[in-house]
T-cell receptor, first 111, second 118 residues
Framework: KQEVTQIPAALSVPEGENLVLNCSFT??????LQWFRQDPGKGLTSLLL?????REQTSGRLNASLDKSSGRSTLYIAASQPGDSATYLC??????????FGAGTTVTVRA | GAGVSQSPSNKVTEKGKDVELRCDPI?????LYWYRQSLGQGLEFLIY????????KSGLPSDRFSAERTGGSVSTLTIQRTQQEDSAVYLC????????????????FGPGTRLTVL
């Protein structure tokens, strides 16, 4: 069974600081890994999807890396803003197509 | 175009009653997924559909849970004889199609239905 762990569980930083969110998974035979954002009371918004053959993906201030062999992914958010405050979820997809989620990292960016 | 929509957004029911949750996927998306997000348990997979068929029902927690999809579009998740432990947010997602290794199949999520069983 795939286990997905996210560290830290919560993070509070001043505005402008870079954010580093970690995700680890136990089964390296993944098809892809996806990072989501969830705002309170809302659904999930896909941020980045990294295919199994890729090592990183970038979108604006977001950059996600993937190291399949070590079972790790890191999401970097540059120059954080108060609007980045949310819960960030990492999810991996195996051959059975369902996503296995981590518990999330709750981020607070202080103005 | 419109995203994934779910209804109702909130549902409060009494223990023992049946409930139906509805999901409208993005038009043209052949794959549809149901997940449940409970306090303290994170997001767990329930079931997925490829077209109208459900190849993987492994996540359904009990035989009180069932789901169907008609016309390759709308899906309904039914919970019979609800229990308090069924209280959670039920999320639906859709993706364009399921591809082989290395494929891209970003899942797009709806806003969820918050179910409270009293």
């Amino acid at each position: 069974k795939q286990e997905v762990t996210q560290i830290p569980a919560a993070l509070s930083v001043p505005e402008g600081e870079n954010l580093v969110l970690n995700c680890s998974f136990t089964d390296s035979a993944i098809y892809n890994l996806q990072w989501f954002r969830q705002d309170p009371g809302k659904g999930l918004t896909s941020l980045l999807l990294i295919q199994s053959s890729q090592r990183e993906q970038t979108s604006g201030r977001l950059n996600a890396s993937l190291d399949k062999s070590s079972g790790r992914s890191t999401l970097y958010i540059a120059a954080s803003q108060p609007g980045d405050s949310a819960t960030y979820l990492c999810a991996v997809r195996l051959r059975d197509y369902k996503l296995s989620f981590g518990a999330g990292t709750t981020v607070t960016v202080r103005a | 175009g419109a995203g994934v929509s779910q209804s109702p957004s909130n549902k409060v029911t009494e223990k023992g009653k049946d409930v139906e949750l509805r999901c409208d996927p993005i038009s043209g998306h052949t794959a549809l997924y149901w997940y449940r997000q409970s306090l303290g348990q994170g997001l767990e997979f329930l079931i997925y559909f490829q077209g109208n068929s459900a190849p993987d029902k492994s996540g359904l927690p009990s035989d009180r849970f069932s789901a169907e999809r008609t016309g390759g579009s709308v899906s309904t998740l039914t919970i019979q004889r609800t229990q308090q432990e069924d209280s959670a947010v039920y999320l639906c997602a859709s993706s364009l199609l399921i591809l082989a290794v290395g494929g891209t199949d970003t899942q797009y999520f709806g806003p969820g239905t918050r179910l409270t069983v009293l």
